[in-house]
């Protein structure tokens, strides 16, 4: 029996990270290809950037701290228990 592991994630109010969110989550693609992650993985760390990268919509990638992580840990993934 097969398990896989990803997130089930409820879409926010914009169901797109921004234009740069994207075109960061294809770079993270290539790089995690380059390094020989399985399509699993790729797939489970790509819906997790993306998630994250949606939460942050309309901050500029630049701007995302350390304390963006938490925040969006604590009012994202513990608030939907995910």
Known sequence: MKTEIGFHLVPLAH??????????????KQWLRSKRYSENKLK????ALKSFLIFYREKPI????????IVYNNDFI?????
């Open 78 to 82: 513990l608030k939907n228990n995910l």
């Open 15 to 28: 169901f797109l990270p921004s234009e740069e969110g994207i075109e960061q989550i294809e770079k993270f």
């Open 44 to 47: 489970t760390y790509n819906e």
């Open 62 to 69: 630049i701007e995302i701290s350390n304390k963006d992580m």
